[in-house]
């Protein structure tokens, strides 16, 4: 198994008892973390290694298919959210979604932007418009995240969800022409003092006209 698969593995017991609050204290104790696997029926609650996941955490996203390994059983899950007191330094609690393999899946993946556009280098700004993009695909399938290379854009450019790269097997759930990134220019500001100055000067000509007219 190579670090990179190694790295999307967990092992873990399977919590059949001493639930509650002070259950969980107790388990935290040990060293361990409680979590629940939901999905396909009931939900399956499990304790995991804390150290384990601490080491393997920072390499999940909401997108990782991970392999949880509880006694013979195997569960292919997606991590939801986990609890952390970052005061104490433990994990309190960790959530599954267990999927089925063969079975389409639908959810959400990170779009990451590689590159520096021609525009911002010749002074434009940047502007990420889609941060992430709704997918459905097979487990195997499912990208961590889609990466769009904006090292062309211009100023006044933007690029669309048609030149996001897709890997086969991955349906975009988003009309095609829906914008991930622009690069606009900046506009020159007229400084505050300016603008009241001018302000001023047209307010006084148009009374100076007015008195005008009135004199007439």
Do not use: W
Not at 65 to 93: P, S, W
Not at 158 to 182: F, N, R, Y
Not at 193 to 198: G, I, K, P, S
Request: with cysteine; net charge negative.
């Amino acid at each position: 198994m190579s670090e990179k698969s190694q790295k999307k593995q967990l092992s873990a017991q399977l919590r059949t008892e001493d639930f509650g609050s002070a259950g969980s204290r107790r388990v935290i104790r040990s060293g361990r973390i409680p979590a629940v696997i939901y999905g396909k029926s009931a939900p399956v609650h499990i304790t995991l290694d804390a150290k384990e996941f601490g080491n393997k955490v920072r390499h999940f996203s909401e997108t990782t298919l991970l392999t949880i390994t509880a006694g013979k059983k195997e569960f292919d899950c997606l991590m939801k959210d986990y609890q952390e007191d970052l005061l104490k330094g433990v994990f309190r609690h960790v959530d599954f979604f267990e999927v089925t393999r063969g079975q389409t899946l639908r959810t959400r993946v990170g779009i990451v932007l590689e590159g520096t556009p021609v525009g911002v280098r010749e002074g434009g700004v940047m502007e990420q418009i889609l941060h992430e993009i709704e997918i459905e695909c097979l487990p195997k399938d499912l990208p961590e995240v889609l990466s769009a290379d904006v090292t062309g854009l211009g100023l006044n450019e933007s690029m669309q969800v048609s030149a996001l790269v897709v890997p086969a097997g991955v349906k975009l759930l988003i009309d095609p022409e829906s914008t991930v990134v622009t690069v606009k220019s900046i506009k020159e500001e007229v400084p505050a003092a300016e603008t009241d100055a001018a302000a001023e000067a047209e307010v006084t000509t148009g009374a100076a006209a007015a008195d005008a007219k009135a004199v007439e």
